[in-house]
């Protein structure tokens, strides 16, 4: 079959384990519909208005053994930045000093993101890509209109530039309708404070300190898989 839309030259997008599914399942037809009618290998310029508006994204990494880790970021609209129709970038900051999404794609620079507008629009966007890590300094030295702020919790201390490979929408079927709530408490975003960043909400620090818990860097390291 010809490529999907904005896909030259390859056959299908997707994993060769997606294709076998559907075929398992009768869905062949149905996904080759959406892969030429929603799946690009850009973002086009609606795309790039609904990343422009977000102030939050859901990311998905693994390393090179396929251990995958899933997280959360946000910031200011306009913090996952659009550089040009292929090309992405969002701030690092130092956060619990972990960096497990970097660290995944210091092994495995594939990626994914997915946005969801729960407030208005209700939709969603998928963008699939590689990812690399770039130095503040080296970023703003050839992108010099980055935002900058002199608050150590939100200063960048590295960028993620994203190389997008795949865009398409994540349907409205089941994204609810939320609204922003009030704020009950100044709880500032960036913030460093312990307390206000969640502290030890679930109690795992607590159980370390009480006996109830050995810390995983004191038990012995599992094999990585095979």
Same mark, same amino acid.
């Given at each position: /079959? ?8 390859? !056959? ?13 399942? @009768? ?19 609606? /795309? ?7 102030? /939050? ?8 053994? #396929? ?7 946000? @910031? ?6 659009? =550089?040009?129709?292929?090309? =992405?970038?969002?701030?690092?900051? &130092?956060?619990?000093?972990? !960096? ?18 729960? =407030? /208005?629009?209700? $939709? +969603?966007? !998928? $963008?699939? +890509? &590689?990812?690399? =890590? ?5 970023? *703003? ?20 530039? $994203? ?10 079927? !089941? $994204? ?6 009030? *704020? &009950? ?10 307390? *206000? ?5 679930? #109690? ?6 009480? +006996? ?15």
């Amino acid at each position: /079959m010809p490529g999907a839309e904005g896909l030259p030259g390859r !056959h299908r997008p997707g994993s060769d384990g997606e294709h076998r599914l559907q075929q398992r399942l @009768g869905t062949t037809e149905r996904a080759d519909r959406f892969y030429d009618e929603q799946v690009l290998d850009h973002l086009n310029p609606r /795309m790039q208005e609904f990343v422009a508006r977000q102030e /939050m994204f859901f990311l998905a990494t693994a390393d090179r053994h #396929g251990s995958c880790d899933s997280t959360f970021r946000a @910031g200011p609209p306009g913090f996952l930045r659009v =550089l040009d129709d292929r090309t =992405l970038v969002f701030p690092e900051y &130092r956060g619990n000093g972990v !960096h497990a999404s970097l660290g995944n794609i210091e092994e495995n620079p594939q990626l994914g993101i997915l946005l969801v507008d729960f =407030l /208005m629009a209700r $939709i +969603g966007l !998928h $963008i699939n +890509g &590689r990812a690399e =890590l770039v130095e503040d300094a080296d970023l *703003r030295a050839v992108t010099p209109d980055l935002p900058e702020d002199p608050v150590p919790g939100r200063r960048a201390v590295l960028w993620v530039r $994203i190389t997008v490979e795949e865009a398409y929408i994540h349907c409205a079927k !089941h $994204i609810p309708q939320m609204q922003k709530a009030p *704020r &009950r408490s100044a709880r500032d975003w960036g913030t460093d404070d312990y307390k *206000r960043k969640g502290g030890d909400f679930f #109690g795992a620090a607590r159980a370390v300190r009480e +006996g109830h818990r050995t810390p995983l860097s004191a038990t012995p390291p599992s094999a990585p898989p095979t």
